[in-house]
């Protein structure tokens, strides 16, 4: 008669203790990572925004130095049913302006810009509506609708260096209207509504008849963004 032997073996494993540890490490190396990649993500998206936001900036600044920067000192009198008007008008918040577009622009010649704020439901955009400047030799009389610059935009103020015709002084006004020469500079300050800081940019009016700034003026010329 065969016996049968039972061997018994200690039987080896991880105890409910150590298993609760090890879910917990394992929970807090989860939080720790995950709060690594959203720390991640937001300064990728910070990053973003802020080179989006430069080279908004730059091409505002562009914008306005390689236009107003060559405005010309003309006169809108070729209608003869209408008064003879300068045709640079600066508003605190618009501005207009006659600057020459290259010949290889599908628009040669003098145009008639105005940059004004455009109300779009909630949000303001900043606006360039160009024209020619002599509409009935060009055959085109009507304005265009307007292409926006930069959208998201809290508020436009323009600045105009020169001559206050009531004292006789230069200085910075709020509007240059019914004028018969150009102001010397051009201040434009905008502000955005994500209240990120844009610096003033500053444009020297090349065709300016007087050219010198005199002392009333501490800020630098042509200044913005590079």
């Given at each position: 008669?065969?016996?049968?032997?039972?061997?018994?073996?200690?039987?080896?494993?991880?105890?409910?203790?150590?298993?609760?540890?090890?879910?917990?490490?394992?929970?807090?190396?989860?939080?720790?990572?995950?709060?690594?990649?959203?720390?991640?993500?937001?300064?990728?998206?910070?990053?973003?925004?802020?080179?989006?936001?430069?080279?908004?900036?730059a091409l505002v600044y562009q914008f306005f130095r390689r236009h107003l920067g060559v405005t010309q000192p003309l006169w809108q009198d070729f209608n003869p049913d209408q008064e003879r008007a300068f045709s640079f008008v600066g508003r605190p918040d618009a501005l207009q302006f006659v600057s020459p577009l290259p010949a290889s622009a599908a628009r040669p010649g003098l145009q008639m810009f105005s940059v004004y704020l455009r109300q779009v439901g909630g949000d303001k955009w900043l606006t360039v509506a160009v024209q020619p400047f002599f509409p009935e030799a060009e055959g085109q009389a009507a304005q265009d609708e307007g292409v926006v610059i930069l959208?998201?935009?809290?508020?436009?103020?323009?600045?105009?260096?020169?001559?206050?015709?009531?004292?006789?002084?230069?200085?910075?006004?709020?509007?240059?209207?019914?004028r018969e020469a150009l102001p010397r500079l051009v201040r434009i300050r905008i502000v955005r509504d994500n209240e990120l800081y844009w610096p003033d940019m500053f444009i020297a009016l090349k065709a300016a008849a007087d050219t010198a700034v005199g002392p009333e003026f501490s800020g630098g010329i042509d200044q913005g963004f590079d």
């Open positions: 008669m065969s016996k049968t032997h039972y061997t018994s073996k200690k039987q080896t494993g991880f105890t409910l203790i150590e298993i609760m540890l090890a879910m917990t490490l394992l929970s807090v190396m989860m939080v720790l990572l995950f709060g690594t990649l959203r720390i991640s993500a937001q300064s990728w998206e910070a990053g973003e925004g802020k080179v989006a936001q430069s080279g908004e900036a959208k998201h935009v809290n508020s436009f103020q323009v600045g105009y260096f020169g001559m206050d015709p009531l004292s006789g002084a230069n200085g910075w006004q709020d509007e240059w209207v019914d």
